[in-house]
């Protein structure tokens, strides 16, 4: 069959403005469809996260936007003597923007010495010294790093927030790589306020076997006749409820990678189509000389799924260069979504171009295979 | 027996509401190393016979034998392989591929046959030679005159040593000067290689270079101006 391979490969150069206009068109929809799947994997990784089960969140009450939350810090003390719990990490949260934006910037102000320890971060430039000795000083996600053009040394300023970059990390979860961490009472006292001893959030991390839900119960019980009542959940819950909206419109967009799919398969039925109406004298002469009806599907097969997946191979690697050289993310209300290149969608995607390369060229090969070759031969 | 044996062949298809039938019982024998060609009037059912022999059409009716295999029974696939196997098929309108060079076109039919690519490279050289296209092997066929053209698809029917040549029309889309040049080949390859050769043509002129002429006449076969009732040509 492999002898037949220059024939197919040549006759697609033969109309190589049709072939690769369709081979273009596959490679922007399979990027569009890598692009699509890189974000519902961001959220489920945000949200299926082993360690957002074992830690909470606690949140003022009926407060959605990291801004109009405001817990006083002393709960921390309260909550780590209560059973169960390993650890209690106090967060101020700023955002420049709480709605759903594809460039927001947050920032998480948290004890230095807390950060080594509640975050699996690895500093890829700079030192958690100099971040430690300095009260300005900010660590910076290696995602808003290459988005910014930040770098060590660096000073970086949004929304009235002056920082002083002294270290890019990597974070093990892809989501907080889109963050920027500074000393929590640097944030408390930014942009003239003085927010000392109020917090965002409480992080709560769990010892291991304690069951969540009942140490989320006894913390709200707790502050409920309090000065400010609170809504405590595990994080991967209240990832979820922040981004309810955006989750929804993830969700729904899924449909749009399937509409792609669809696109690819009518885009490469449509050109084998034509590909094989323009050549019903060639490959009535090919049967002629001896080929058998099955193998002259298999060669129209063979040019469907080569267009296909050669479509397919530049939109998953053009998908994967664009979202590993840019650090992508989305965020709505302090949490964001990393847009997660990875070596499963890409195999999804070159999976999905083969399939799509095998279907769409069945009924053309069918069709080309079943050709009366006498008539055929009289085709102009 | 032959090495073509047409037994009773009948031929009909539809046309709308009308049956058209170019071939009502004709039998026709040919020997090994013939060179017959097959005359007659537009629609006198010369092509359709030369087709049914080649196996790329099916009768309706009757028998075709050629060289032991009766071809009107096998399968469709079946076909195709015997084809690839015993029929070296000349169009009238040449029918390169256009995106293969004059070697590449050449070597097609050996593709399908099983071969080693060295022995597919010395027989395609042979065909190219016997055709005298060597210098032209890299050119594709819109870089080649209409007598190039069939001379490479000559060569391309000649390469698989089939068993017949068949030559549609070959030289209905030609010249004069080319036609003789397409007629003097196709003698050598029946005087040298000794191939069996059915011709189609319209063209009495060439007609006559075959050493048996044969004319289809309202379904009866004439040939050398009679009804023949010869062993080689029998009217049912």
Known sequence: ?380 | MSLVDVLNVTKEYANGEETIRPLDGVSLSIEEGDYVSLMGASGSGKSTLLNLIAGIDQATSGEINVAGTEITKLSRGKLADWRAAHIGYVFQTHNLIPVLTAYENVELPLLLLPMSAAERRKRVEIAMEAVDLTSRASHYPRQMSGGQEQRVGIARAIVANPTVVVADEPTGSLDDETTEQILQLLSRVNDELGMTLLMVTHDADAGKRAKRQIRLERGRLMENGKETTSAHLRTA
């Open chain 1, 1 to 380: 069959m492999f002898k037949f391979v220059p024939y197919v490969l040549k006759s697609l150069w033969r109309h190589r403005a049709r072939t690769l206009l369709t081979v273009s068109g596959t490679a922007v929809a399979l990027l569009v469809f890598c692009f699509i799947g890189s974000v519902q994997q961001g959220l489920l990784a945000l949200t299926s996260d082993a360690s957002a089960d074992r830690t909470l969140i606690v949140f003022q009450e009926n407060r959605f936007c990291p801004q109009s939350s405001r817990l006083p810090q002393d709960y921390g003390g309260t909550i780590a003597k209560m059973s169960g719990v390993r650890d209690v990490v106090p967060i101020k949260v700023f955002t420049n923007n709480c709605r759903a934006s594809l460039d927001a910037i947050v920032f998480q102000g948290m004890p230095p010495e807390k950060l080594t320890t509640a975050r699996d971060l690895s500093l890829t430039s700079g030192s958690m010294g100099s971040f430690a000795q300095q009260d300005d000083a900010a660590l910076v996600g290696a995602d808003v790093a290459t988005r910014r053009g930040l770098a060590e040394g660096d000073k970086f300023t949004i929304g009235d927030v002056s920082v002083v970059v002294r270290g890019v990390f990597q974070s093990s979860v892809a989501a907080e790589n889109n963050l920027i961490y500074t000393h929590l009472e640097f944030l408390q006292r930014a942009r003239g306020a003085n927010d000392v001893g109020t917090v965002t959030q409480l992080e709560v991390h769990l010892a291991d076997g304690v069951d969540p839900d009942h140490v989320a119960k006894q913390i709200d019980q707790e502050f409920r006749s309090g000065p400010v009542a609170t809504t405590t959940r595990t994080k991967g819950m209240f990832q979820a409820d922040t981004l309810g909206d955006l989750a929804e419109l993830i969700g729904f967009v899924h449909w749009l990678g399937y509409a792609c799919v669809g696109l690819v398969l009518s885009l490469v039925a449509t050109t084998t189509v034509m590909s094989v109406q323009d050549r019903i004298k060639e490959h009535a002469v090919l049967q002629t000389l001896g080929l058998r009806p099955l193998r002259v599907f298999r060669l129209v097969l063979i040019e469907s799924v080569v267009l296909s997946t050669l479509g397919g191979i530049l939109g998953v690697v053009g998908s994967v260069l664009i979202l590993s050289s840019t650090g992508m993310s989305v965020a709505a209300e302090g949490v964001t979504i990393a847009f997660e290149p990875s070596a499963v969608l890409a195999v999804q995607g070159l999976i999905v171009s083969l399939a799509v390369g095998i279907l769409a060229g069945l009924a053309p090969g069918w069709h080309a295979s079943r050709t009366e070759i006498v008539p055929a031969l009289r085709h102009a």
